[in-house]
C-alpha cells in the first residue's frame, strides 16, 4: 500500500509552484546595483564616504530591528530594504556632515516614514527622502557645505566649493565652464563623477551601470527613468537658456545634481511609485516637471528630492486613475 | 524561423515535462474497486441509474444526465454496486457517488458501432456524444455535446483544438498527439461537421515538435481524409509559444485567430469553439464506436513519485491505486495534486477518484512546495499587472479582497480572473493571490 497517511498531505491553494523572485532577492539586488556608484564615492570622497554610509546602514538597520521588536513585529532587517534605505541616505548626503546627522536621518527614515507607516509597503514615502528632507530642513548649514572630490583622503578640513548646480544658479553656465576648462571637460568631469555633490550621486556612469543591471534584471523598468529624465531634458532646454526660451543646456541638467540616482534609484521605489505602467510615464513626467520648476524657479539649486516626494503623495491618485489594459475591454458602442 | 503565435503576458514556469514525456501510455491496472461522483462536470449532477446490490457491466449507463447542461456517468469496470452517498471529490467536497466493487472479470456491455458515422446528421452525433457522457477532458469538464450546441445567434467559424498543454509536469495530451493523431482528426473533423464549420485548428506550443509533427501528417495522411466535411475545408496545425497560461481557451483563440473574447463572454462570442485534444478523441470513440467516458489519460508525475507515468485509467479509480502503480511516493513527497500545478486541487486524502477531467496526479516534494502560509504585504512592483493574462490589476484586486472592500475589486474586472495563477506564481511577496481573488468572487454578486 501506498504509505502516506492524510495529515502528512499538505493542502494549500494554487498555484503550487512559485517563480524564485522574492521581496529580499529584489532588495539586496538594488542594493548591489548601487555598489559602482558607492565605490566611486569612496574613490573621490575618501574614507569619509565609508564612514557617512556605513553609520546611515548601521542606525537604519539597527532603528528597524528595534522598532519592530519594541511593536512586537516580525523582525525584516535581513530582507534588505532598511540596509537599502541607510545605503540610499548615505548616497544622498554631503561628505562632510557631522555624524549624528547619518544617525537622525536613518531613524527618521525607518521609524517614522517606514515602520509608524505600517512597515514595508505600507509607507507613502520614499523613507530615504524623507530622511534626507528632514536634514535639510532642520540643519541647512550642515547639509549644504560640499567638499571638493579630491580622491583623497577628505577630513573635517576640507576644502569646501559650491555644487555644479549651485553654482549654475548662483553665477551662470559660463562660470561653470570656466570652472572645468571648457565645456567637454565639463561633461566629461560630471559624467565619471569628478565634482562636488553628494556622495553617491555623483557618478553618472557608475550609477548607469547599476541601472542597466536593474534593468536587465527586471526589477525597474523604462517608464519612470526615461520619462522623469525626458522631461527634465526638454524643459531644461525649453526654459534654463538664460538668452530666451530653447537655449538651455539640457545635459548639464541631466548630468548634474541628483537626477540619475533619483530617477533609476528612488523614483522607483515600488512601494512609493504608481504601479500602472502608463501611470508611471505620468509620475516621471510629474518629477522631471517639478525638479526643472525647483531648480530653476525654486530657492533650492536641486529639486528631484523635492519632485519624488510630491509625486509620491499623488502615486495612489495615479494608480486609481489609470487602468490596466483589459482583455476583451467591451468597447462602447454607439446605439 | 517566424515568430510564434501567443497572446499579450504570461509567464514560462519551468517545465518538468521530461519526467513523463517520453513514456508511451500504459494501461493502468484494473481497479478493484471504483467511486464514480455523479458530478464530475460543469452543471447539474447526473442521477443514478443504479441501487446498491445492482451488478453492473463495464460501459453501463449508472447515472444520466438531468438538464441541459449536465453529463451522463458510465461504470468503468464490472462488478456490483456498493454504496451511493457522498464520497470525497478531487475538489475538496463531499460528493453523490457511485461505489463499484469489482469483481475483476472486467465483462463489457457491447456497444453500438457506427461504421458509417460519416453519414451521421449533427443531431445524430451530438446524441452520440451526450450518450457517452462526454465532458471537456482539458479540465473545466463542460459538456461536450452542449458546447456543440451554440444558439443561433452566435454562429460558429472556427474550431480550434487545444494542444498547447501549458501546465507544468503534465504530458498527457502530448501523449495522446503522438499516439492517437488520426482519432484526433477525426474527432475534429466530426466536430467541425456537428458545428458547419470549414476552418480547424490545432494549437500545440513548440515544445512539443514531435506531436506537432505527427498531428500533421495525421492532418495530410489518405487515411483520415474522410469525406466528411463540406469542401474547402482546411485543418491547419499551429505551433504556438511555449508560455502559460497559452492553453486558456481566450488566450488560445487569441493567438491563432487573433481575437478576443469579450470581458465575462464565452468563445462562441467571437465565432470560436475550442475542445481540449482528448476530448476530441473521446469524441471520435464515441462517434465511431459507441464508447462511453470510462477511462482517460492521466499524467502521473512529479519528483515525489518514483515511476513516473502517463496512464490509461479507468474514471473512479483511486489516486492511491495509481500512484502505487508508480513505485510509490520518494522521500519527502508532500503534496498531491489533480491536476497541474499551477490550477490543480491539492488533496487531502489519496482515497479520491480520477474523475473525466483528472490530466494528471502531481506529487511535490518539499523542495518543490511553496508555502503561502506566510506572506508580506504587496510592495507593489507591479510584476502581477505585467504578466495578468487578462490585463488585470492582481496587486490592487488583492489589496482590496484582503481589506473586505469586495464591491471595488468588481470595478477592476474582478470577474475577468480565470485563476491562472499567474499572479502568484511571480509575487516576490508570496502574496496567496488566486485565494484572495477567489475571497473576493464570493463576496459579490457577478
Redesign the interface.
Known sequence: ????K?H????????????E???S??MWSVNLALLPAFLMSLYYFGPRALLVTLLCIGAAVASEYIIQKSLKKDVTVSDGSAFLTGLLLGMNLPPGVPFYIPIVGSVVAIVITKQLF?????NIFNPALIGRAFLLISWPKAMTIWSESTAAFVGLDAKTTATPLGILKEEGLGKLIEMFGDKINLYTQLFVGNRAGSLGETSVIALLLGAAYLLYRGYI?WHIPLSFLATVGVLAWIFGGKSGLFTGDPLIHLLSGGLMLGAFFMATD??T?P???KGQIIFGIGCGAITILIRLKGGFPEGVMFAILLMNCFAPMI?RSV????????KETKK | MLKLATF?RG?H??EVKELTEASPIVKAALPKRVVIPLSQHTGAPAKPEVVIGDLVKRNQLIGSGQGFVSASVHASISGKVIAIGSFPHPS?RMIQSIVIEGDGKDEEMSLKETPDYLNLSADEIKALIKDAGIVGLGGAAFPTNVKLSPPKEKPIDTVILNGAECE?YLTADHRLMLEQPEGIVAGLKIIMKTLGVTKGYIGIENNKPDAIEAMKKAVSSEESAYSLLPTPYSIEVYPLKVKYPQGAE?MLI?AIKDR????R?LPMDVGVVVQNVGTAFAVYEAVRYGKPLIERIVTVTGRGIKEPKNMMVRIGTLM?EL??QCG??TDG?????AGG??????????DIPVLKGTSGI?V?TEK??????EY????????C??I??????P??LSILSEKGRYEEAKEY?LF?CF?C??C???????R?I??FM?LAKSMVKP
Open positions: 500500500m501506498v504509505e502516506k492524510e502528512e498531505l499538505i493542502v494549500s491553494v494554487s498555484p503550487h509552484i512559485k517563480g523572485e522574492s521581496v532577492r529584489i505600517g512597515g514595508l509597503g505600507y523598468t515600488y512601494v511609485c504601479t500602472v505602467r494608480d487602468k490596466t489594459k483589459q482583455f476583451g475591454a467591451i | 499579450e509567464i514556469p519551468e475538496g507544468p481566450k487569441n478576443e473574447v469579450p470581458s463572454g492511491s500512484i502505487e510509490g511516493f513527497a508532500v503534496k498531491v495534486i500545478p499551477m490550477m490543480g486541487f491539492a488533496q487531502w486524502s489519496l502531481l511535490l518543490d512546495y511553496v508555502s503561502s502560509e508580506l504585504p504587496c510592495i507593489r512592483c507591479g510584476n499587472i505585467d495578468c493574462p487578462m490585463g488585470l490589476n496587486s490592487m474586472n475577468d485563476e495563477g499567474s502568484a506564481y511571480v509575487c516576490p511577496s508570496n496567496p488566486v485565494q477567489r
